[in-house]
Nanobody, 119 residues
């Protein structure tokens, strides 16, 4: 059973950057797709980005393209989300997830990490 733990959240001013990490305990299968999702205040959880664990192919929702970069280090069993040019609407709890298809979450979630962007 894969377990996930996010870190790296915090408070940042608009236009700033943060890098989130998702430590994976247990080894994901080569078919797994690791994803980032977020849930803003009063909003439903939404898809942000994903990466195929084996190939490293990446996928993004339109609102974060050209600002966010998802990557993974297979040796460290860790996935990252580099977030640049942050906007107040990026404020949310960010979760990592392991599934089998980009944008479709699987059953395994981390505990989440809070990102707050001040205007």
């Amino acid at each position: 059973q894969v377990q996930l733990a996010e870190s790296g959240g915090g408070l940042v001013e608009a236009g700033g950057s943060l890098t989130l990490s998702c430590a994976v305990s247990g080894r994901p299968y080569s078919s797994h797709v690791m994803g980032w999702f977020r849930q803003g205040p009063g909003l439903e959880r939404e898809y942000v980005a994903a990466i195929r664990w084996s190939r490293g192919s990446t996928f993004y929702t339109n609102s974060v393209k050209d600002r966010f970069t998802v990557s993974r280090d297979k040796d460290k069993n860790t996935m990252y989300l580099q977030m640049n040019n942050l906007k107040p609407e990026d404020t949310a709890v960010y979760y990592c997830n392991v599934g089998i298809s980009p944008g479709t979450p699987g059953a395994v979630w981390g505990q989440g990490t809070q990102v707050t962007v001040s205007s």
